[in-house]
């Protein structure tokens, strides 16, 4: 596609609820990250994609969070156990190599209630 | 890791310059970035310097030394629609990761 696409870009879920985030990244780009913006904080790196390399996993910050990457295409963030905490913006973004501009999508903003 | 810091909060006046200046610490240098981000908004990639100097685009320009862990992004003829967050991250190519890490984003408040 055009650009990073990323869905649902609202989601109101009840604590203790698994909630599942997709991210379709531009067209033939390789790497796929996912970041975390809790309100009024920075940005958070979760997870990095590259190609078929394994992923670095280094920001996630418990084992409720998982995410998958099929191929060079769609990735998926799970959240299970959904706590109050996890409520933040979500953001999946994308980059031709992993030494490109990487370009974010409109992001997923979820609450947990 | 990287230690990435940039002012909290500025104010300019409609019609000015201003520039906003980010610092950073990292081992293994591999390009510095600037994101503009509206309340409520994902950040749009605004410039890219991986080498020393100036990088103009229309009212931006970003300005990188490497030597000094330095940047920094000018804007100018500011209009209100730039009052918005302004984001630094550097990738850092150590071990092969190349994630960009995040400064804590540069509120900027253009007003009349």
């Known amino acids: 596609g055009a650009g990073v696409s990323q869905s649902p870009s609202n989601k109101v879920t009840e604590k203790g609820k698994d909630v599942e985030l997709r991210c379709d990244p531009i067209?033939?780009?390789?790497?796929l990250y996912w970041y975390r913006q809790r309100l009024g904080q920075g940005l958070e790196f979760l997870i990095y994609f590259q190609g078929n390399s394994a992923p670095d996993k280094s920001g996630l910050p418990s084992d409720r969070f998982s995410a998958e990457r099929t191929g060079e295409s769609v990735s998926t963030l799970t959240i299970q156990r959904t706590q109050q905490e996890d409520s933040a913006v979500y953001l999946c973004?994308?980059?031709?190599?992993?030494?490109?501009?990487?370009?974010f999508g409109e992001g997923s903003w979820l609450t947990v209630v | 890791g990287q230690n990435i810091d940039q002012p909290t909060e500025m104010t300019a006046t409609e019609g000015a310059i201003v520039q906003i200046n980010c610092t950073y610490q990292?081992?293994?240098?591999?390009?510095l970035f600037w994101y503009q981000q509206h309340a409520g908004e994902a950040p749009t990639f605004l410039s890219y310097?991986?080498?020393?100097g100036l990088e103009e685009k229309g009212r931006f320009s970003s300005f990188l030394s490497r030597s000094k862990g330095y940047s920094y992004l000018l804007l100018k003829e500011l209009q209100m629609k730039d009052s918005a967050s302004y984001l630094c991250a550097v990738r850092d190519g150590t071990g092969g990761s190349y994630i960009p890490t995040f400064g804590r984003g540069t509120s900027l408040i253009v007003h009349p």
């Open positions: 310097n991986v080498l020393d």
């Open positions: 067209s033939g780009h390789t790497a």
């Open positions: 990292t081992s293994g240098f591999n390009g």
């Open positions: 973004a994308s980059s031709a190599s992993r030494a490109d501009t990487i370009y």
